[in-house]
């Protein structure tokens, strides 16, 4: 079995063996993310002041497809995250969609540019149009899972804001969300910050410009 250690020490492990090292926050982390919420939260706040995306698409002047617009009890995508997204399906029409399903744009107006975040996660996440007039949403859906499915580093497992507690919480959410050996072998993933929140609800509109992702447990 390969627990989140042994994967990281594979390509990073030099004298020692990586729990040895503890690192400072990594600087691509959301300055106002904290692991924890609730009481355990207040001994570890940081600023929360972050830029405004003034040079980037303002989300509260736009509209999204009916297919990403929020909806908790009801979802318009049925979607885990933790899968490709060949396996979504979209409730109104009651089966995968087809090529021509995703084509239409996430938004209107057309923007070429979204940024997410999600509050258990440490990283912001980039759509882009990848040149073309708009985001699609086959592009939307496929860019979200790639981001989400990157391996962690071992900056973003063994570092001086998460505590043991918080490392045994996401090597549990890690070995839960794994099938095979091929899976685990591929280590902690960012998917795995989510621990266990990771079906798709939608987006609704966010601070500064930004879209929040929303999920939900099983």
């Known amino acids: 079995m390969h627990t989140p250690s042994s994967t990281l020490s594979r390509s990073t492990a030099t004298s020692g063996s990586p729990h040895e090292v ?27 002041n972050t830029r405004t995306l003034s040079e980037f698409t303002d989300s509260s002047k736009l509209n999204l497809h009916p297919c990403l617009r929020y909806d908790r009890s009801n979802p318009p995508t049925i979607y885990d995250l933790r899968r490709n997204p060949l396996t979504l399906v979209f409730r109104e029409l009651d089966r995968p969609p087809l090529a021509n399903d995703m084509i239409p744009s996430a938004t209107l107006p057309h923007t070429q540019y979204m940024r997410l975040y999600h509050p258990r996660l440490p990283w912001y996440i980039n759509i882009t149009a990848n040149g073309g007039p ?30 043991d ?54």
């Not at 400072?24 to 940081?46: M, N, V, Y």
């Not at 592009?139 to 001086?160: E, G």
């Not at 960012?190 to 099983?218: A, C, P, S, V, Y």
């Open 22 to 48: 503890y690192y400072e926050r990594p600087g691509q982390w959301r300055r106002d993310f904290k692991f924890k919420s609730g009481f355990a939260s207040i001994f570890r706040t940081i600023s929360n």
């Open 134 to 163: 708009y985001i699609s949403l086959a592009q939307f859906f496929q860019q979200l899972f790639t981001a989400l499915d990157k391996q962690i580093s071992k900056h973003d497992f063994y570092n001086h804001d998460l505590d």
């Open 165 to 218: 507690e918080d490392r045994e919480i996401l090597t549990r959410t890690y070995l839960e969300r794994c099938r095979d050996d091929a899976e685990r072998m591929q280590g902690v993933k960012h998917i795995d910050f989510l621990r266990g929140k990771i079906q798709f609800e939608g987006l609704t509109r966010g601070k500064n410009g930004m879209w929040r992702l929303k999920t939900g447990r099983d």
